[in-house]
């Protein structure tokens, strides 16, 4: 299986868990609000399933990345350690989106999990 094969297997199975992910039924419909704190200023609406998808997407982006830290060959298990403390803190700021998840299983967990 050469490189491009494998890329196409892995956008397959991120588009199959993304088609998975539920955002919770109550935000269905609903409207994120950007609201300035300057009065001057505009705010800005987004539906909420545009930013619940870029949300998963970054999920699903750092997964990957995940994978491919694990996978690669010329990091040491100290650097595969290291990167994967980073990524485990990124998850961990990213706990109060969780809100938006249907199912348990799709949110982020941090190290306190």
Known sequence: MDRDEVRQIVRE?????EANVRMADKWE???VILKPGLSS???KEI????FFHK???VRDKLRVLEQKINTNPKLSDMDKAEMQQYITRCYGSLTTLNVFFKHEDDKFRGSGE
């Open 29 to 31: 419909g609903g409207t």
């Open 47 to 50: 539906p909420i399933e545009t």
């Open 55 to 57: 949300v998963v997407m």
């Open 41 to 43: 200023l505009q705010a």
């Open 13 to 17: 199975v991120l588009e199959q868990m």
